[in-house]
């Protein structure tokens, strides 16, 4: 039993020191090229709060247009993550997916303002509270 | 450059500011203003990542086109009247949390991972319309075509959607 534990926290301290080992590294990279280098993780927790603001703004606002822009708000913050790993891992793909993802935003923008408009003029109203029935 | 290592941080403040103002605002016209603030310091992301491409697509996409359509809908329809919607304390708490313990775990979930970064963002070329054009065209042509075939459905219905009388 001591023994499974002692092993169990061999094998976590070996980790955390592969994690600083591994960033201690990026920075000799950095400090060799005379610049720095933001940790890719940075960028992972401004996505990560840009979606979280995104995802509350879309379950909090009863403005059916706000809602709308909560959801581009979170297309974006997955769009800027992809783009980041994409340029710190040298592999294009990740910015041709951010390509097509625009492309379907878009597309979606005008077919929901489209409806938007469409059931203000039958109702007068853009509150979702109000326009909970799919037939009325 | 010493700004560019501060350049960051500058940017994200401003696009977290410019959602919470999203949320915050009283009226829907400061709405889609402040959402057009966040999207240019994303645009500004962009190029700090060197993905020059990305970068002027998404102004020209996102600041160009998209919130042109929020502000004309906002303006057409006469929507920018205040207060319309008043929402009880107890959903703006829940919510508050609901959105605070999401983001909790998402950093919970990165904090320990080992990521590896390969390349210096500011330094590789794969983000040049040259390069990424290439790649685009020999390995992705199909869903480039597909993807003109959905904007005519999308240019289709938004017309249809428009007509006043559909019979």
């Not at chain 2, 410019?18 to 057009?36: E, G, N, Q």
Request: hydrophobic residues 60%; proline residues 2%; positive net charge.
């Amino acid at each position: 039993m001591r023994h499974e534990m002692k092993s169990k926290y061999f094998s976590q301290f070996r980790s955390v020191l592969r994690n600083r080992i591994n960033i201690v590294n990026t920075f000799k990279l950095a400090t060799m090229q005379n610049m720095q280098i933001i940790p890719l993780d940075y960028y992972i927790f401004f996505c990560s709060a840009l979606f979280a603001i995104g995802v509350v703004g879309v379950l909090v606002k009863r403005n059916a247009l706000v809602i709308f822009m909560s959801i581009e708000l979170m297309l974006n913050s997955a769009n800027l993550l992809l783009a980041a790993f994409s340029a710190y891992r040298n592999d294009p793909a990740g910015q041709i997916f951010v390509f097509f993802i625009m492309v379907v935003a878009a597309a979606e923008v005008a077919i929901g303002l489209a409806l938007l408009v469409m059931i203000y003029r039958s109702t007068h109203t853009i509150d979702i509270n109000v326009l909970n029935k799919l037939k009325w | 450059m010493i700004f560019s290592k501060y350049l960051f941080f500058i940017l994200s403040f401003i696009a977290i500011y410019a959602a919470l103002k999203v949320l915050i605002s009283k009226k829907p016209m400061h709405s889609v203003l402040y959402l057009t603030l966040a999207f240019f310091a994303i645009g500004g992301h962009y190029i700090l990542l060197n993905a020059q491409f990305l970068a002027v697509v998404h102004i020209i996409v996102y600041a160009g086109a998209i919130m042109v359509l929020f502000i004309y809908t906002v303006m057409l329809l006469n929507l920018n009247i205040q207060g319309e919607f008043p929402k009880s304390r107890l959903a703006k708490i829940a919510s508050a949390l609901a959105g605070g313990l999401l983001l909790m775990t998402l950093i919970a979930i990165f904090r320990s991972y080992d990521l590896k970064m390969v390349a210096d963002p500011s330094l590789n070329q794969i983000g040049l319309v040259k390069n990424l054009g290439k790649v685009l065209f020999e390995e992705y042509y199909l869903p480039f075509e597909l993807s003109s075939i959905l904007f005519l459905a999308a240019m289709v219905g938004a017309v249809m959607l428009g007509k006043k009388d559909i019979y």
